[in-house]
């Protein structure tokens, strides 16, 4: 039974891979985990038995001596997944091992920042995701979505704030949530406040754009549509595609999370299928889905509404693999590069905005963009600088930020790859505990409002 188990989950990934590889191959952060699986997939299946580290077990063991601590919710990237999908894979490479109070929601892995943190909300809370009328009606899908019976954190608010930690887009999306908690912006939870959110820990985050964008099909222009021949429009096909054949047991492996678009042949049939394919319904056709949002244009949407809140506790880790040579911004360390991402890299330190297309705000200059880890420009990850810069501090050492102040990015420049620090743990090596174990020990020791009761052999 546990062969055949093994043997059918195999034949599942080869299908979804194959499947979503074709759809987006080009896209290299995706491939570059794709690679990953086969190995931590085995570790899953064959090493399930390994005990957590000796730093794994005291940091667990000291969440679970007090019950009141808040949760740490770690959030995501672009085609990511939570707690659930491919088989039981971590995608923050088992880092929530290191505390028993840690929840990672499975959110749209190709859904606009908007549907995300949305559905974050509900995900924690309970109930079922609303994702607005106005918005619903302008993008073209249902106003509601999954339905949790119980929320994962149902108690959350200003007395029961939670830290959040987000990859890639996830930051972006926690920022998002923020803002809409200030706003009021939940039906039925007039009291939201942003000081729901005790703490922002940003891991590679999305926070300005990303040129890789425009490299892989979005225009330069607006930053909301896609090129007609692109690498992109492969994606657009093989998520629609994926979408409508809608096999449950391949949706349950691993979703998009465009389900409220109802594009399954059995809601769109074989014409919703053709308006789909055809660029007239859906999100690739409304613009709600995440490529927009990580243009630079999109970016400064966004970051044109979103604060910096003074209760709130924020740290960012930014991550680049380039360095000067003669002059000019090259790859660095080519052999600490994963082999999938090195050629983005490459093209993301030889980026040139087209000349005859206006600058996407003014001062904007292309070597200020040429620092990147493979899937976004470092200046984009270490804090909200566009369209206006947000209070920040540049560390070197986490000592320099203690005692921590509220309203602040502090952030640290880390030698890596986007995808450093997650799916799989080895390519990281200490560097991974290290990172980790500096986030929680932030979370459990420097970030409160209330000054928290620790146990003596921690204080």
């Known amino acids: 039974m546990f062969r055949f188990s093994v043997a059918a989950l195999q034949l599942i990934e080869l299908f979804v891979s194959s499947v979503v590889h074709l759809s987006y191959g080009f896209y290299i952060f995706s491939s570059a985990v794709a690679g990953d699986l086969s190995s931590a997939l085995n570790d899953v299946f064959f090493k399930s038995n390994i005990e957590p580290s000796i730093r794994d077990v005291q940091i667990a063991a000291t969440a679970n001596t007090d019950k009141d601590l808040p949760p740490i919710v770690l959030v995501h990237g672009i085609f990511g997944f939570g707690k659930g999908r491919l088989g039981g894979l971590s995608y923050f490479a088992g880092a929530e091992k290191k505390d028993e109070k840690v929840l990672v929601p499975d959110l749209g892995s190709l859904t606009s920042v908007y549907d995300r943190a949305r559905e974050l909300f509900y995900y924690l809370k309970g109930g079922q995701v609303d994702y607005g009328e106005e918005h619903s009606k302008a993008c073209g899908h249902s106003q ?10 149902p108690q959350w608010d200003e007395d029961h704030p939670i830290h959040f930690v987000g990859h890639s887009a996830g930051a972006q999306v926690i920022r998002v949530l923020q803002q809409m908690l200030a706003d009021k ?33 979005m225009q330069t222009e607006n930053g909301k549509s896609m090129k007609s021949i692109c690498l992109l429009q492969l994606l657009r096909v093989g998520v629609i595609i994926y979408d409508w054949i809608d096999i449950p047991i391949l949706k349950y492996y691993y979703n998009f999370g465009f389900d409220h678009f109802n594009m399954s042949w059995k809601k769109a049939g074989i014409w919703g299928l053709a308006d789909c394919l055809l660029g007239n319904s859906g999100p690739f056709a409304s613009g709600d889905w995440i490529l927009p949002d990580l243009t630079i244009q999109g970016s400064l949407r966004l970051n044109s509404h979103l604060n910096t809140f003074p209760s709130t506790y924020y740290f960012s880790y930014a991550t680049k693999r380039t360095r000067k040579f003669l002059g000019f911004t090259v790859p660095s360390n080519v052999l600490g590069i994963h082999p999938l991402l090195f050629i983005r890299v490459l093209q993301m330190c030889q980026w040139r905005h087209p000349p005859d297309v206006p600058p996407p705000f003014k001062g904007y200059r292309d070597e200020e963009w040429w620092d990147n880890d ?86």
């Open 144 to 153: 509601f979505g999954r339905i949790y019976e119980q929320g994962h954190y």
């Open 185 to 217: 912006a939940f039906k039925g939870y007039e009291n939201t406040s942003e000081n729901w959110v005790l703490s922002v820990t940003s891991l590679s985050g999305a926070f300005n754009g990303t040129t890789r964008a425009y490299l892989d099909g």
């Open 374 to 459: 493979g899937a976004l420009n470092t200046v984009s990850m270490t804090h909200p600088k566009f369209p206006i810069e947000h209070p920040n501090r540049f560390v070197v050492k986490d000592s320099e930020c203690q005692p921590l102040q509220p309203g602040i990015w502090y952030y640290k420049i880390v030698e890596g790859d986007h995808i450093l620090f997650i799916v799989n743990r080895e390519r990281a090596g200490v560097q991974f505990d290290l990172i980790y174990d500096s986030i929680f020990e932030r979370c459990r020791k420097h970030a409160f409002r209330k000054i928290p009761t620790m146990p003596d052999h921690v204080q």
